[in-house]
């Protein structure tokens, strides 16, 4: 660790050091430390006016619409971490098993909707969710199913349902490729030790698989719950948080207070909400899950 | 017999399952490049009849009225520079933490551990005030600060795991020899983590830069600097009724991704798998 023979001059050392990291504290932990002090205060234009104390917190703690935001966050992760994480547990166990055929093919065609930006992606649904133009309700009609058809993203009581489905659809394949990295970890005797006492089928999945990629599984949970709480760019794109502000989520409720509203200081005190939930859901997370690691495949 | 019939239903659903969500996953973008060559009369006379005689006057009309190539070049230039100055940077850092024990090691740490924890969208509206503030917003490079920090992290972690397995001999050699510290980290050691500062830029490239949005929105709002993820999004709320024409906007925003995945699929779904677990 200590390799004195190939450690540079000292100014060399700071030359080459220092730049990335003075780099990486202006841009993160400055305005972090930013954030916590504009939110004591009051602003005038682009200017930290007034001190306020606690006032911005008060107002937050008492906002039914931030709460609002928060429970269609956590909604949206549920949703998610059933829709992708679940989805995809399945789709690679039978990716793992022999019968399926095409298996690069559909890795990669599954996977591909990740790679495209949740602008395009929110853009594409809601062509999809159009009512005269969209390919659920033509598809709906031509099954004779028009009972079915809704007011995809203008009714209030469906709309965080419809915005959440683009998201579980974009992003099964990043949750299957994980999953099936960590199965490929798992030694092809224990399957075919199974096999011979009988074990088959869901059996399979669900007593031999899944306990041993559970800290692969443990991945994805944290990576589903902290993507989630930052979704934005897809309902911004879709409904901007509307009708009225029945599928706003955290960020989009801070952006729209800072930029469409002008209320800087509180567009800020919602920052620091967003950060607070996300840390507390990560901890709760770990501490739920962790503490048990059972597989090798990740040490 | 019965066992027999049992697993040919079960084969059958499966691979019936996979390839019909299969379908479902490229189905939408097939849709959108076959009806932005169709005319908008025609496009709603049916929505899912193949075009009669492909226009490609949707595109020409796309292009110049999103001013696409504005987009694109934004684009490309902050990926690239941030592509650069990332793979630089990282490189230089996770060298320093797996080589060096020295002063403030434990703390450059902390920071980037920590850093990975915020949501950027906790950052946004700091940062926004932090450049306004500093009259950084609404320039060329302004995109490019925060595309390299966040993605800083990441990078670093991979890279240093990487090096941790390679052996120091090497460098020792060479020093010894009289190679100077400068070459011997460029030209000796990075050659050698190639893969990984590959793997490192893939990530970001799609993860973050070519679309990312969020920064742009909130520190850009000169026409000129527009990336192509903002671009569209004016485009699109100025041109709502024209399906065809929209379409074929977001055809072009996508065409080069496509392209890419077609040719590197294997490498970009690796990329993001060591990713994801080392991160």
């Not at chain 1, 599954?110 to 009512?131: C, D, R």
């Not at chain 2, 320093?96 to 740490?109: T, V």
């Not at chain 2, 850093?115 to 940062?127: F, Q, R, W, Y």
């Not at chain 2, 600060?145 to 991979?158: G, Q």
Request: contains cysteine; aromatic residues 14%.
């Amino acid at each position: 660790m200590n390799n004195k023979a190939i450690c540079p001059k000292k100014w060399v050392f700071f030359l080459l050091l220092v730049p990335g990291v003075a780099w990486y504290v202006f841009t993160v932990i400055v305005p972090l430390l930013g954030s916590l002090r504009y939110s004591l205060f009051s602003f005038q234009g682009m200017r930290a006016d007034k001190f306020v104390g606690l006032a911005n917190y008060a107002e937050l703690v008492s906002d039914s619409i931030f709460w609002n935001s928060l429970v269609n966050n956590l909604t949206i992760t549920l949703l998610c971490v059933i829709g992708q994480i679940g989805v995809a547990l399945v789709f690679a166990a039978m990716l793992n098993t022999t019968v399926v055929k095409l298996k690069n093919m559909h890795r990669a065609v599954i996977f591909f909707p990740g790679v495209l930006s949740m602008v395009i992606v929110g853009f594409i649904w809601t062509i999809m969710y159009s009512n005269d133009y969209g390919l659920i309700n033509y598809f709906l009609r031509a099954l004779n199913l028009e009972s079915l058809i809704l007011p995809w993203l203008d009714d209030p009581r469906y709309v965080i349902y419809s915005i959440s489905v683009p998201l579980i659809w974009q992003y099964i394949g990043y949750y299957m490729v994980i999953i099936m990295a960590g199965m490929s970890s798992i030694g092809k005797e224990i399957y075919e030790m199974a096999e011979i006492d009988g074990v088959n089928g869901w059996k399979k999945l669900i007593y031999i698989t899944i306990p041993l990629i559970k800290s692969t599984l443990l991945v994805c949970l944290m990576l589903c719950i902290s993507g989630n709480m930052q979704a934005f760019d897809h309902i911004f794109v879709m409904t901007n948080g509307g009708p009225g502000t029945s599928s706003s989520v955290m960020a989009l409720y801070a952006y729209s207070k800072t930029f469409t509203q002008g209320r800087i200081a509180y567009g800020n005190t919602i920052s620091i909400g967003i950060l607070l939930v996300s840390l507390v859901l990560i901890l709760i997370t770990k501490w739920i899950v962790g503490g048990r690691k059972t597989d090798g495949y990740q040490s | 017999m019965g066992i027999n019939l049992k697993k040919a239903t079960g084969s059958f659903l499966m691979n019936g399952i996979l390839i019909l969500f299969s379908v479902s996953c490229i189905s939408p973008i097939i849709w959108m490049i076959y009806s932005s060559l169709k005319t908008s009369p025609e496009f709603n006379r049916s929505i899912i009849a193949l075009p009669e005689k492909l226009i490609f006057g949707n595109y020409v009309d796309a292009f110049r009225i999103s001013h696409m190539g504005t987009y694109y070049g934004n684009t490309i230039f902050n990926a690239a520079i941030s592509l650069v100055l990332v793979i630089c940077i990282s490189f230089v850092l996770a060298y320093f933490l797996s080589r060096f024990k020295f002063k403030g090691r434990n703390l450059i740490y902390f920071i980037i551990l920590f850093g990975m924890l915020i949501p950027i969208h906790a950052l946004l509206i700091p940062l926004f005030i932090q450049f306004k503030t500093l009259n950084m917003f609404n320039q060329r490079y302004t995109l490019i600060i925060p595309y390299v920090a966040f993605a800083m992290p990441f990078s670093i972690f991979l890279i240093e795991s990487y090096l941790s397995g390679i052996p120091i001999d090497m460098e020792e050699a060479a020093v010894i020899d009289g190679c100077s510290f400068m070459r011997m980290l460029f030209t000796i050691v990075m050659p050698l983590c190639t893969p990984i500062l590959t793997t490192a830029a893939i990530l970001q490239l799609f993860t973050k830069w070519w679309n990312e949005f969020p920064f742009a929105l909130v520190l850009i709002n000169d026409e000129k600097l527009k990336t192509i993820p903002l671009g569209l999004m004016n485009f699109s709320s100025q041109y709502s009724t024209n399906y065809p024409m929209k379409m074929a906007a977001l055809v072009l925003a996508i065409l080069p991704v496509i392209l890419i995945y077609i040719f590197f699929n294997r490498k970009i779904i690796e990329g993001m798998i060591a990713g994801a677990i080392k991160g």
